[in-house]
């Protein structure tokens, strides 16, 4: 075979994939339809719970060095409105400027460094599968050609060729507005006042943020003291994101049409169009055909897709690589979707709901408004807004999760203290291994763990206030079992024995009976 898994797509969700499947020592070859990479900030950057993955995987700072704006203010869009965090002491949403081309370009050096196969200029046109293997017929600079593996990963984008050959189904709602979105400096007739707010001659002072007018949403922002982020929202059912690039003055036209007024804008620095629309593929997984990323779920609101479509792909490579390697319990493939798909369900809710706040224009539509803002100003409803949209919430339904609070969530950075030296969770899971991990000197959960030590680390370490007396962590940082305090052996290691059978299987090695 060419390859373990073939990845078709090198956006950032299939660049994502080859990083974690070269971490688990797997195969990984990436198919690009485009010769280059792209040059167009399609998005701005980072947000969510992915970026607490990545500091998992030893990443961040790289990609903090990397930023435009390492530091952004807590405050975020949400439906027209805003998630102000900045009276919070520590703010349950971060994000991290960064337009798309560094992204890839940082994924990209990552997955290199790795060792993945990365050819662009190969477009694939047909694929293949039967119980061993797919195939993959490719269009490539020196002609048609095939590729073999034992599974294949559409991260081809909302259109994905994948998808349709494999015959999923991607259900969903188109919506009509249009959204015109660009980044600019400021125009030398403009004047930024002190509280961030724009002077427009012959218009007066606009307000940050969003201004609705009965013909659609202005909104604007300052990504530096003289760069503008700039959109209006119109419906136009006639109108679809055709690719077409869009042009400073159909920004500018647009403009004046929900304002009635002109804005000048100076240099171009981003300018794109999209239509939202809500889509979630019925399957994540067709055979030995798998989906992540756009390809298999759309959102109707910014800020959610990355921070979706780079979490499918450290929950599936593991599962992946489990597969190939010959350990993977029986149905672990089929949890990708399991898991993956509630959770894109999940950020469907939210994101429906912004669809459903952001195009209301008549006065029921301003009292929802209204009364959400007012909700938004309790401490517990902020923090549990911001969760939800970092996706930070997400607590998949796994065997044993009625047993505690944690398993099945992403587990926590603990302080952790060993005989060498104080370290955390988010050092041990740099590896992308599952982790046994002991807290208060249980012996008896080591000793069941070492029939899996080919693929389970066990550590012993101290921490403060421990939640728990011990917790299995999957490579994709959720927590598969755990030992309440003081939780009796006879109830704790059974479940824990269960939990490593159900992720990590029997291996070829033993025998269960």
Not at 311 to 326: E, R, Y
Not at 458 to 467: E, G, N, S, V
Request: aromatic share 6%.
């Amino acid at each position: 075979m060419d390859a373990d898994v073939i990845i078709v797509g090198a956006g950032p969700t299939g660049l994502m994939l080859a990083t974690e499947l070269c971490l688990a020592g797997v195969r990984p070859l990436v198919l690009e339809r485009q010769l280059q990479p792209r040059d167009t900030p399609k998005a701005n950057g980072l947000g969510g719970q992915i970026l607490q993955l990545l500091h998992y995987r030893g990443l961040l700072e790289r990609f903090q060095a990397a930023s435009t704006n390492p530091h952004p203010a807590p405050i975020f869009p949400f439906g027209g409105l805003h998630l102000n965090f900045t009276r919070l002491a520590d703010s349950p949403l971060h994000a991290l400027q960064l337009p798309q081309p560094q992204l890839e370009r940082l994924l990209t050096e990552r997955a290199t460094e790795l060792g993945a196969d990365i050819r662009r200029g190969c477009e694939v046109i047909g694929l293949g599968q039967d119980d061993d293997t797919v195939t993959a017929e490719v269009r490539g600079p020196d002609g048609m050609y095939e590729v073999t593996a034992r599974y294949i990963v559409g991260c081809d984008g909302a259109h994905s060729r994948v998808r349709d050959i494999a015959g999923v189904g991607f259900p969903g709602t188109t919506y009509p507005d249009v959204n015109r979105l660009g980044q600019a400096r400021m125009h030398q007739s403009l004047t930024r006042l002190d509280n961030g707010d724009l002077e427009v001659p012959g218009l007066g002072a606009i307000a940050a943020g969003y201004t609705r007018t009965d013909r659609g949403v202005f909104a604007f922002g300052w990504l530096t003291d003289d760069v503008m982020l700039v959109s209006t929202v119109e419906d136009e059912p006639e109108v679809s994101d055709d690719g077409t690039p869009m042009t400073l003055a159909e920004l500018q036209d647009s403009i004046g049409r929900v304002l009635g007024a002109d804005v000048p804008l100076g240099e171009p620095l981003r300018l794109s169009r999209f239509v939202f629309q809500a889509r979630q593929a019925e399957r994540y997984r067709a055979g030995r055909i798998l989906l992540a990323g756009d390809a298999a779920h759309l959102f109707p609101a910014t800020g959610a897709a990355l921070n979706a479509g780079l979490l499918d792909t450290v929950n599936l490579a593991w599962k992946l690589a489990a597969a190939i390697h010959g350990w993977a319990s029986d149905g672990l493939l089929d949890t990708y979707h399991d898991e993956r798909h509630f959770a894109g369900a999940r950020t469907l809710l939210q994101t429906r709901a912004q669809a459903a706040l952001r195009r209301g224009q008549d006065p029921a539509a301003e009292a929802l408004r209204d009364v959400f803002r007012e909700l938004l100003l309790d401490e517990s409803a902020l923090r549990r807004m911001g969760a939800l949209v970092a996706g930070a919430d997400i607590r998949y339904p796994m065997p044993g999760s009625d047993r505690d609070a944690l398993t099945g969530a992403f587990v926590p950075d603990l302080t952790l203290h060993t005989d060498q030296g104080t370290t955390s969770i988010a050092e041990l899971m740099h590896a992308a291994r599952p982790v046994l991990l002991d807290l208060v000197d249980r012996p008896e959960f080591r000793e069941i763990a070492r029939e899996w030590e080919h693929c389970v680390d066990i550590r012993t370490a101290k921490t403060d206030d421990p939640p728990v007396d011990a917790l299995l962590i999957r490579p994709d940082a959720h927590v598969a079992w755990a030992a309440t305090r003081a939780e009796p052996a006879d109830t704790a290691a059974p479940a824990l024995r269960e939990a490593l059978y159900h992720w990590f299987g029997t291996g070829p090695w033993q025998d269960r009976s």
